[in-house]
């Protein structure tokens, strides 16, 4: 019988939710989309059939529903991969933990997560407003460090020489998504390996009014060949969702729709636009 978890480290509400998700198990379908933005969630839920629940909790924002037969939820984790982590432990407790004994199923279920979000390229010749889905993801910043966690030896020296070549002060990681979903996201969809960043601007090499660190990131980064295909865009979640999902058991890919063009200095005309027609190609895949 394995020990059971004290009420301190999974913490579970009088009716039986989880503490930052609010969530109770029978509230979460096995499909799941995650969003950044709270706003985002019901402009996704609007496709639905039929809503079932609606919680709100801080930036995270659950909607579950049905199209058709498929049931999904849709859930915002706000920015940055340190919500990503709650959001990741807390859905795989919902349907890995038994509340009632608080110790681990025996039974473990693997969850299908798909990202929608929008991300900045640093490749020239790929054009604004198209969409990339993440083979991969490089994580700059640290919260693998917290886990034990070994990547691959591929992976190792990709990171290491990345390290070496933006001459970093720290390693960064590497994960790749689920090779069964990314085969379903290859019509319409660039392929690359995103760069997630634990910030918007001076670790995206944007500077404003104060001189940054490494002002040439983008197009540094956008130069290296690891092995695994170029390096294409920047956002906030990825790695840290690939790298979640492989240590929980969870098949996870992340779908970008490309509102900015780096090197090119350019920014979608009607980003909203865009991202809707990302939301709608993915639901359509995904049922
Ligand atoms: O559009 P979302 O999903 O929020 O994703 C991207 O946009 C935010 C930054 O503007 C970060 O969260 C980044 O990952
Ligand atoms: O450049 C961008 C655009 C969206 N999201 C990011 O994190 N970076």
Redesign the pocket.
């Known amino acids: 019988m394995s020990k059971r978890i004290p009420d301190s480290e999974l913490i579970i509400s009088p009716q039986g939710r989880v503490y930052h998700l609010n969530l109770h198990p029978d509230m979460v379908a096995e499909d799941i989309i995650v969003v950044g933005d709270p706003e985002r969630v019901p402009k996704i839920s609007a496709y639905f059939d039929k809503v079932e629940h609606q919680v709100n909790s801080r930036e995270l924002v659950t909607h579950t529903g049905t199209i058709g037969r498929k049931r999904l939820s849709v859930i915002s984790s706000g920015m940055g991969t340190d919500n990503v982590e709650l959001l990741m432990t807390e859905l795989d407790a919902l349907v890995n933990i038994d509340f009632a004994t608080r110790t681990p199923k025996r039974k473990q279920q693997s969850l299908r997560i798909y990202r929608i ?4 390229c640093i490749q020239p010749d790929i054009p604004i407003d198209a969409f990339l889905v993440s083979t991969a993801a490089l994580g700059l910043d640290t919260l693998m460090a917290f886990y034990k966690w070994e990547q691959s030896e591929q992976a190792e020296s990709a990171s290491l020489k990345v390290q070496r070549l933006l001459g970093l002060p720290f390693k960064p990681y590497l994960a790749e998504g689920s090779k069964e979903l990314l085969a379903k996201f290859s019509e319409e969809f660039y392929q690359g390996v995103t760069v997630t ?1 634990p910030g ?1 601007y001076a670790p ?1 090499g ?1 500077a404003l009014r104060k001189p940054i660190a490494f002002p040439t990131l983008p197009d540094d980064i956008a130069k290296i060949e690891t092995g695994y295909g170029r390096f294409t ?4 979640e990825t790695a840290g969702y690939y790298a979640m999902a492989k240590i929980l058991g969870h098949q996870m890919i992340s779908l970008n729709a490309l ?2 063009n ?1 090197p090119n200095g350019s920014f979608s005309a009607n980003h909203e636009a865009t991202v809707d027609r990302l939301i709608r190609k993915a639901i359509t895949t995904i049922v």
């Open positions: 979000g929008t991300s900045g960043a918007f995206q944007r865009n920047f956002e906030m509102i900015a780096r």
